[in-house]
């Protein structure tokens, strides 16, 4: 309908001056007018000229003043027209905002008597903010004063309209002309009849809906390609529900450790205990706990078969290295390299570098004659293939490994060391329970996958990493990783 109302103007009309004025004048929206003008001048049925101009519209505030009038005005009317009204009584009669306007501007124009009654001090007066408001409203032009006065108190903002005065172009004809867009089998029997549209071949193709890595995921895998490099496999990894007797008993950790409490672990209620343990693998664990063995006095205490049972989410992917390591040892012994990358589950409290969720790597080597000195060499490898070449390393406490060591990294950008990951060496109170040949030692360390990521994507809070939180521009937009290059 627009289409054929400008086409149809301009057959007999040289210009459409204002294309604003000319939808009022032919009862069109101008938004859908605005468009069809977009639409011929690309096909130049037409040339346009961009018109602008600078109007007043009221702000919500002051459509509902040129609705009810101004609050000067609305107070005037509620005080009684012979006597007075106590400023309570009348407080009462009007919202609180219109109250405070309303006093200030009533009594800057003379037309009350404030105190603590409040009587009139004319009889009549003329709401002049009602009537410029109402003036705007209808399109009217009024002074640079009022349009002062009524910015000062917010009533009114500028708005830009903009529209255009158009032409005939150099392709205009009263009426569009159908020009086929695709070449199917009946516009190629037909071509000499058609008018084809023109292929714009400089223009992009709409952009493929695909899918997208998180940040995570990419950096996961650099890290899992860095430990195939270096000969490892994956341990399986898809049991999040463990046992406490494979996520700590295990481990030679007491079940009095703090980490044991509800305070740091998230215990099932239902399934709450698990179904099997190996028994007599069960009864060694118990017997070095209590009373120790293989050279340890133990600590000294009763343990007890109802905790070891108990399920949780597990706290960390050593429960996962502890099957793997009893596994090994029912067979024929054979060295191993196993690494995992997998989620884990503490109950903290979550803030900017804190989730009750994340991601931990873990990797482990199981060798005769294993040394701490193997353990040292075997890092400054795996951190050196990560671009961390200067490496620190500090005694540190862990339940299951003796001797153990926290890992520093000098950060080039922060211009300090910083804390990367833990190691150390599996004790025999917890290796030779399970079997494994006396000679045999296990070295390891571990770290989190978020720490890394922040570190590399310029993230400072990990709820933007991972959550309910992330902004889905991070998953689409997020470079490609390259760790160490």
Same mark, same amino acid.
């Given at each position: 309908m627009a289409e054929e109302a400008i086409l149809g103007f301009l057959l007999n009309n040289e210009q459409i001056t204002d294309s604003?004025?000319?939808?009022?004048?032919?009862?069109?929206?101008?938004?859908? !007018? !605005?468009?069809?003008?977009?639409?011929? &001048?690309?096909?130049?049925?037409i040339d346009v000229q961009d018109l602008k101009r600078e109007t007043w519209v009221l702000t919500d505030e002051g459509k509902k003043y040129a609705a009810q009038g101004s609050?000067?005005?609305?107070?005037?009317?509620? !005080?009684?027209?012979?006597?007075?009204?106590?400023?309570?009584?009348?407080?009462?009669?009007?919202?609180?905002?219109?109250?405070?306007?309303g006093c200030s501007q009533a009594g800057k124009n003379k037309w009350v008597e404030m105190g603590k009654q409040v009587s009139r001090k004319v009889q009549h007066i003329e709401d002049t903010v009602k009537e410029l408001l109402l003036k705007i409203q209808e399109g009217k032009v009024i002074d640079k004063d009022g349009i002062n006065s009524l910015k000062a108190r917010k009533l009114i903002a500028p708005q830009?309209?903009?529209?255009?005065?158009?032409?005939?172009?150099?392709?205009?004809a009263p009426e569009r002309?159908? !020009?086929?867009?695709?070449?199917?089998?009946?516009?190629?029997?037909?071509?000499?009849?058609?008018?084809?549209?023109?292929?714009?071949?400089?223009?992009?193709?709409?952009?493929?809906?695909?899918? &997208?890595?998180?940040?995570l995921l990419k950096v996961r895998k650099q890290f899992k390609d860095i430990f195939v490099q270096m000969g490892f496999e994956e341990m399986p990894t898809n049991n999040f529900v463990e046992s406490s007797f494979w996520n700590f008993?295990?481990?030679?950790?007491?079940?009095?450790?703090?980490?044991?409490?509800?305070?740091?672990?998230?215990?099932?209620?239902?399934?709450?205990?698990?179904?099997?343990?190996?028994?007599?693998?069960?009864e060694r664990v118990k017997r070095v706990h209590e009373s120790g063995g293989y050279g340890s006095r133990g600590y000294n205490y009763d343990w007890k078969r109802e905790e070891a049972n108990k399920n949780l989410l597990r706290t960390h992917t050593t429960a996962v290295?502890?099957?793997?390591?009893?596994?090994?040892?029912?067979?024929?012994?054979?060295?191993?390299?196993?690494?995992?990358?997998?989620?884990?589950?503490?109950?903290?409290?979550v803030d900017r570098?804190?989730?009750?969720?994340?991601?931990q790597i873990e990797g482990l080597i199981c060798d005769r004659g294993l040394t701490l000195g193997n353990l040292i060499g075997v890092l400054n490898d795996f951190f050196s293939r990560l671009g961390m070449s200067k490496l620190r390393f500090k005694p540190a406490y862990n339940p299951y490994t003796e001797?153990?060591?926290?890992?520093?990294?000098? &950060?080039?950008?922060?211009?300090?060391?910083?804390?990367?990951?833990?190691?150390?060496?599996?004790?025999?109170?917890?290796?030779?329970?399970?079997g494994l040949p006396e000679d045999v030692r296990v070295i390891a360390w571990g770290l989190s996958l978020e720490r890394p990521t922040m570190i590399l994507y310029g993230i400072d809070n990990i709820r933007d990493l991972f959550g309910h939180k992330v902004d889905l521009d991070l998953i689409k937009r997020n470079p490609i990783c390259r760790i160490g290059i």
């Open positions: 604003g004025q000319f939808s009022a004048e032919h009862n069109l929206d101008h938004n859908e !007018v !605005v468009n069809v003008i977009k639409s011929l &001048h690309g096909f130049r049925y609050p000067e005005a609305q107070l005037f009317l509620a !005080v009684p027209e012979e006597g007075s009204i106590s400023k309570d009584e009348l407080q009462k009669k009007l919202a609180p905002s219109l109250f405070k306007i830009t309209w903009k529209g255009y005065s158009v032409t005939k172009g150099p392709n205009y002309k159908k !020009v086929a867009t695709d070449l199917t089998r009946e516009n190629l029997q037909n071509w000499k009849e058609l008018e084809f549209k023109e292929y714009n071949f400089n223009a992009k193709g709409a952009p493929l809906e695909a899918g &997208h890595l998180h940040p008993d295990a481990l030679f950790q007491p079940q009095q450790h703090p980490a044991r409490d509800s305070h740091d672990t998230f215990f099932l209620k239902a399934p709450s205990t698990t179904r099997t343990l190996p028994e007599d693998y069960v290295s502890s099957r793997m390591l009893y596994a090994l040892a029912q067979k024929p012994f054979v060295p191993k390299k196993y690494f995992s990358i997998d989620r884990v589950f503490r109950n903290e409290a570098t804190h989730l009750a969720e994340f991601h001797p153990s060591m926290e890992i520093f990294s000098y &950060h080039e950008g922060l211009g300090k060391w910083v804390e990367i990951g833990n190691s150390g060496m599996f004790r025999p109170e917890m290796l030779l329970p399970m």
